[in-house]
C-alpha cells in the first residue's frame, strides 16, 4: 500500500475519532474536569511554594534582626562598666555559639509546584554555630508513589496518578468495543491495515490528553523564574507527554488481544496499579532488606549517648584538676574563662568523633539509595516521572547532597572564624560582626540539570517504545470477527 494513501486513511481515522470524542458528554467532561484539576493544582503548587518562600524570607529576616540587635548589644558589652552578662555580647565564644548563630538556607525553587507536597522547611533551614553541626536526618527508602499528594493536591499527584487513569479510560475500548458491536467488521471491509485503524484511534487521544498536561506543567516550569527554567520546562512537558503515550501504547497492546473492553479495562487497571504501587512497593521492600543505614531512633540514641560520654569526660577531667588546684575552685579569672572555653570546643569536638561513625553509614545508606533509585526508574513509568519532577522541582538526591556539603563546609569556616577568635582571648567590635563567615549556595549548572533527568526520561521513552512494539508485533492478531474472550 502506498503511503499517501496510508496517510489518507489515517487521517479518516483520527477526524472520525476526534469527532465521536467530542459527541461523547462523558469524555468532553473527562477532559474538562482533568485539565481544570491540573490547572487547579499547578496553582495550589504556586502557593505552596510562595508560602515556602515566604517562611525562609522570615527566618533570614530573623536572623538579620537578631545580627541588628546583638551589634547593639555588642557595643553595651564593650562599654566600662558593663555587667558579666551584657559583656558575653562582646564575646565570640557566645556570639558564635549561640548569639550570632545563622541558618544556612536552600532557595525554593519555582518548580518545586510540580513536585509533591513534603514538610522540608528543618531540612532547608540549618542553623549553623560553633557547636557540633546538626543536618536533618534523611529517610533510606525509596519515595513511594502512595504518598504522593496524600492531603494536599499537587502537580505530582495528578499526572502520576490520575493521569493515567484518564489515559485508560479514554482508550480501553478503542478497537474491543468495535469488534463488540460488530462495526470492526464494516471498518476491515476497506484495505485499512489494523496499525492505521489503532494508530488513528488511539493519536488523536494522545494529543487530547497529553499536550494539556504537558503544557501546563511545562508553563509551571517555564514561568518559575529559576535558573535553566527553559530547560526544566521542556524536560518536564517531554517527560508528561512521553509518560502519556506509555499508557496508549499499553491500550493499544491490550487493545489487539482477544480480550474484549471488560476485560481490557481490567487488564489496564491492574497494569496501574502494579506500575503504581507494585513497583514502587517492591523496591521498597527490596531496599529494606539491604539497607544498612541507622535508623533515626538510632541516630538519636548515638548523639544523644555521644553527649553525655563527651560531658561525663571533660567533668572528669575538671575534677582531677579542681582536686590538684582546689584554690582555683572559687575563682573565675581570665585564664579559669579561657580554660572553661576550651574545654566546651573540646566537649564538641569529642561528640563530632563519635558520631562521625553513624553519621558516615548514614550518609553511605543515603548514597546508595540514590544510586538504587535511578535504576528503580527504570521498572515503572511512574517512578522515571517522578524522579524527573523531584529533579526539576529541586528535590533530588543531588541537589540535597550538594547543599549538605556546602552547609558542611560553611560551618568548618564559622567554626573556625570563632575558635580562632576565642582562643587568642579577643574581644569583637561591632564592624567584625559584617565580616562573620556568609553562607552562599549556587544551583547546578545546565549541564548537571540535564544530566539528572537523562537518566528518568530514557527510562519513561524505554516503556513507550517497547509496549508500542509489542503492540505492532501483535497487530497481525486481531481477528474483527472473532469472539471477544469476555463475551456473552
Not at 551584657?86 to 558564635?96: C, T, V
Not at 493515567?164 to 479510560?169: D, G, H, I, K, M
Not at 521498597?284 to 541516630?299: I, R
Not at 552547609?407 to 561591632?430: C, N
Request: aromatic fraction near 6%; hydrophobic fraction near 50%.
Amino acid at each position: 500500500m502506498t503511503a499517501p494513501r496510508t496517510i489518507g486513511q489515517f487521517t479518516t481515522v483520527a477526524q472520525h475519532e476526534v469527532r465521536e470524542l467530542l459527541r461523547s458528554p462523558a469524555h468532553v467532561l473527562l477532559w474538562i474536569a482533568f485539565t481544570a484539576l491540573l490547572v487547579f493544582s499547578a496553582y495550589a503548587g504556586r502557593e505552596r511554594v510562595a508560602a515556602a518562600r515566604a517562611d525562609l524570607a522570615l527566618i533570614e529576616e530573623l536572623d538579620q534582626r537578631t545580627l541588628d540587635e546583638n551589634r547593639e548589644r555588642l557595643v553595651t558589652g564593650l562599654a566600662e562598666g558593663a555587667t558579666f552578662a551584657e559583656r558575653l555580647y562582646a564575646d565570640p565564644h557566645w556570639i558564635g555559639l549561640r548569639h550570632g548563630a545563622r541558618h544556612a538556607l536552600l532557595p525554593e525553587l519555582g518548580s518545586g509546584a510540580l513536585a509533591a507536597e513534603d514538610d522540608v522547611l528543618a531540612a532547608d533551614a540549618v542553623l549553623v554555630t560553633s557547636a557540633a553541626l546538626e543536618l536533618a536526618r534523611g529517610e533510606t527508602t525509596t519515595t513511594n508513589p502512595t504518598l504522593v499528594g496524600a492531603g494536599a493536591l499537587d502537580p505530582a499527584f495528578v499526572l502520576a496518578w490520575l493521569l493515567p487513569l484518564v489515559v485508560l479510560a479514554f482508550c480501553y475500548g478503542a478497537l474491543t468495543e468495535e469488534r463488540e458491536r460488530g462495526t470492526a467488521v464494516l471498518l476491515f471491509a476497506t484495505p485499512v491495515p489494523v496499525g492505521t485503524l489503532l494508530l488513528g484511534k488511539l493519536l488523536p487521544r494522545l494529543v487530547l490528553l497529553g499536550t494539556p498536561a504537558a503544557v501546563v506543567a511545562g508553563a509551571v516550569a517555564a514561568t518559575s523564574q529559576d535558573p535553566d527554567a527553559l530547560l526544566r520546562a521542556a524536560s518536564t512537558a517531554g517527560a508528561v507527554l512521553v509518560f502519556t503515550g506509555v499508557w496508549v501504547a499499553a491500550a493499544a497492546l491490550v487493545n489487539v488481544g482477544r480480550a474484549g473492553s471488560a476485560s481490557a479495562a481490567l487488564l489496564l487497571a491492574g497494569g496501574w496499579l502494579v506500575a503504581t504501587i507494585g513497583v514502587p512497593a517492591a523496591a521498597d521492600a527490596a531496599w529494606a532488606a539491604v539497607d544498612d543505614g541507622p535508623s533515626a531512633a538510632l541516630e538519636v540514641s548515638v548523639e544523644r549517648e555521644a553527649k553525655h560520654v563527651a560531658q561525663s569526660e571533660r567533668a572528669a577531667v575538671l575534677d582531677d584538676f579542681m582536686a590538684d588546684h582546689p584554690e582555683l575552685s572559687t575563682r573565675a579569672d581570665a585564664a579559669g574563662v579561657a580554660s572553661y572555653k576550651r574545654a566546651v570546643w573540646a566537649t564538641q569536638d569529642r561528640v563530632e568523633e563519635l558520631v562521625a561513625p553513624i553519621a558516615e553509614r548514614r550518609d553511605r545508606a543515603r548514597a546508595e539509595r540514590a544510586r538504587f533509585m535511578a535504576m528503580a526508574a527504570l521498572l515503572s513509568p511512574v517512578t522515571a516521572l517522578e524522579r524527573v519532577l523531584d529533579e526539576v522541582a529541586g528535590r533530588g538526591a543531588a541537589r540535597r547532597a550538594r547543599f549538605e556539603d556546602a552547609v558542611r563546609s560553611h560551618h568548618e569556616r564559622w567554626r573556625t572564624w570563632f575558635v580562632e577568635r576565642t582562643l587568642a582571648g579577643d574581644r569583637m567590635e561591632p564592624g567584625e560582626l559584617d565580616g562573620v563567615p556568609r553562607f552562599r549556595w549556587e544551583d547546578e549548572p545546565s549541564a548537571a540539570v540535564a544530566r539528572h533527568v537523562a537518566a528518568p526520561l530514557a527510562a519513561l521513552v524505554v516503556h513507550a517504545l517497547l509496549l508500542a512494539l509489542l503492540a505492532a508485533a501483535r497487530r497481525s492478531r486481531f481477528r474483527p470477527l472473532e469472539r471477544a474472550a469476555d463475551a456473552d
